[in-house]
């Protein structure tokens, strides 16, 4: 019997000893650096530790907090993508609220004035256009720029353990990639805010006074669940395994289930009309206004994966793609606004002209491999985890 009871001690132990612990959670590494500072928070609904908002913590710890940064779908994490949003005050806790999308992608000098201390803490995806980077960035620059600390509390990187894609070239630069690096790279937002600074990516090559919380128990390639979704329609584990491979989708007339119950699990468009599956988006909360809205849409259903499997293959899925623009009816119109959009979320127009050539797939990869290389070098530099 004490055999038995040693054994799930034992058991015990090591599973809580390998539970990841977010750099949020880690308060003894930077609540006393806030004490009596000002301090501006970048957050949004994933900024939580222990089921409490990190706000509200804050402020039960007395820190002051003198406002919100709030990125693309805003601070409770409602608006959809690429929507406006407007400055505003949170109810809840009377702090004031400045969105970072839109046009005022960058905090500006007024902005920052009186501010000693910027906290970020954002669960990002782990993939180069998902736009939470962009805001990352330019909170480095402006704060670079008006002598403002950075406080980064680092987050798993649910689709850690990949790097693969096409490497980003600068003159394709947009708020969905900003980076010369691959669309995975397995990296945690921890790592990766000391690549851009050490790298010197900010405007004019300035660093920022950067700090980053670190994770605990964490290993990259750890499959990792998000208890809150990173944004409206990434809404479980799968549909963030499979969105690296399925937003190429959003600059062509295919629809990725935006305005369904199924985000990021399925693809379809009206020209795709051999497929047995369908469905027809409507508008929803994070989708007021989906692709091909009320028109049945014809494709493939992938809710049926297993995310851990998807998580395991090490790569992009590019055969979704290729095989929708083969088979499609309107080639001519499967890229949007004569490609601009594919190209900037692919980072150059050239895995656009190879589909269009009908390259395969293997001489498509064959033709990333010499930079994903060079990057993994650069990369290396940075690690913070085995």
Not at 6 to 14: D, I, R, V
Not at 143 to 164: H, Q
Not at 217 to 226: A, E, K, R, V
């Amino acid at each position: 019997m004490k055999a038995i009871f040693l054994l799930l001690w034992l058991s015990l132990m090591t599973l809580s000893a390998t539970v990841i612990s977010t750099g949020a959670q880690n308060t003894k590494a930077y609540l006393s650096a806030l004490q009596n500072k000002n301090i501006a928070v970048v957050v949004n609904p994933s900024s939580t530790l222990n089921h409490q908002h990190l706000v509200d913590f804050l402020q039960s710890q007395k820190i002051n907090i003198v406002k919100i940064f709030a990125p693309e779908h805003g601070f409770r994490g409602t608006a959809d993508a690429g929507e406006h949003l407007k400055d505003g005050v949170d109810l809840k806790s009377g702090l004031s609220i400045i969105s970072l999308y839109g046009k005022h992608k960058k905090p500006t000098p007024q902005d920052l004035e009186g501010v000693d201390i910027i906290l970020f803490d954002i669960q990002d995806v782990g993939v180069r256009f998902y736009t939470y980077l962009s805001t990352l960035h330019y909170i480095l620059e402006a704060a670079a720029e008006n002598g403002v600390k950075v406080i980064v509390l680092d987050r798993p990187n649910p689709n850690g353990g990949r790097i693969d894609g096409p490497l980003l070239q600068k003159e394709f630069r947009s708020f969905v990639g900003l980076h010369p690096v691959p669309i995975l790279y397995d990296m945690t937002i921890g790592e990766y805010a000391l690549m851009i600074n050490g790298e010197r990516w900010l405007n004019g090559g300035i660093k920022a006074d950067l700090e980053v919380i670190p994770l605990q128990n964490y290993h990259h390639g750890d499959f990792y669940t998000l208890s809150i979704k990173p944004s409206p329609n990434l809404p479980n584990d799968l549909s963030i395994a499979l969105y690296p491979s399925l937003t190429f989708f959003e600059g062509t007339n295919f629809s990725v289930g935006r305005g369904t119950s199924r985000q990021f699990q399925l693809y379809g468009a009206p020209t795709y009309k051999d497929k047995n599956f369908s469905f027809v988006p409507t508008p929803q909360a994070g989708a007021k206004y989906p692709k091909h809205q009320g028109k049945r849409c014809y494709g493939v259903d992938l809710s049926y994966l297993d995310a851990h499997k998807e998580h395991a293959r090490g790569s992009l899925n590019l055969a979704y793609l290729l095989d929708a623009y083969h088979q499609s009816s309107d080639k001519k119109g499967f890229f949007l606004n004569k490609g601009g959009f594919f190209d900037k979320l692919s980072g150059s127009d050239r895995l656009r002209e190879q589909i269009m050539a009908g390259e395969s797939e293997a001489k498509i990869r064959a033709s990333w491999q010499k930079d994903l290389d060079a990057f993994k070098a650069i990369r290396e530099q940075y690690l913070l985890y085995p």
